[in-house]
């Protein structure tokens, strides 16, 4: 009876087993067999790329904002190197030896410098703060180019509207103008009187 019950069930299972290989075969997949250690090594490799691509983005918006703020550094320094030109004309086409207003000149090349600074500072504040954020997103990147272009604004004015290096420099034209007018008239005047020699 053991022995019956026994080929019975191994007739059974090799039944089953049979019947379940055709079953698999006649299906068409495809069995992709992974370990663990395999799908780890894949998602690091995309955390990897999807690292690269953020990077390279923040590479660009940071290179965008340095160029934003290095062109209105640029555009600073030569309205700086500007006004001193204007300066220095005014002080040369006036009869006056330059020699006797170089205090004054020095003065006035110093308040132009003054003006210009401390915008070139905050410029370069804004892009190395920038640059140093752990995420940038391209909002953010608007929000910097906003500020640079508001700093440009009140540094050189706008549309309608005068910047404070322009009239920091129109002032110390004038400034100069009337030094060299007083210095004009400070010219000695001698006067006979009669009987005198």
């Known amino acids: 009876m053991i022995s019956l019950i026994t080929t019975f069930v191994t007739e059974k299972i090799v039944a089953i087993l049979t019947v379940t290989l055709v079953a698999v075969a006649a299906v068409p997949t495809t069995l992709v067999l992974t370990t663990e250690h395999q799908t780890d090594e894949a998602l690091q490799q995309q955390a990897v790329v999807l690292q690269l691509a953020e990077g390279q983005q923040q590479i660009v918006l940071v290179k965008a904002v340095k160029k934003a703020g290095d062109d209105l550094i640029v555009k600073l320094q030569n309205a700086e190197t500007s006004c001193n030109t204007q300066v220095t004309q005014v002080v040369t086409t006036s009869k006056i030896n330059p020699g006797k207003i170089q205090s004054q000149l020095a003065q006035a090349k110093t308040e132009i410098h003054g003006s210009v600074a401390p915008f070139i500072a905050q410029l370069q504040k804004h892009e190395d703060h920038f640059a140093h954020l752990a995420v940038i997103t391209p909002e953010d990147e608007e929000d ?28 110390v034209v004038i400034e100069i103008q009337m030094v060299i007018k007083v210095i004009v008239i400070q010219v000695p005047v001698v006067v006979h009187r009669e009987g005198d020699d």
């Open 144 to 171: 910097e180019l906003g500020q640079i272009q508001l700093i440009g604004i009140t540094a050189l004015g706008g549309t309608g509207t005068t910047g404070v290096v322009t009239v920091t420099c129109g002032t």
